[in-house]
């Protein structure tokens, strides 16, 4: 699913890029 791809993604950019969120 689209969706989960892009909750997945919007995790991992969480994880690695904390500063921003």
Do not use: Q, T
Not at 1 to 13: F, K, P, Q, T
């Amino acid at each position: 699913m689209i969706v989960a791809v892009a909750l997945l993604g919007y995790l991992v950019l969480a994880l690695v890029f904390p500063e921003r969120f």
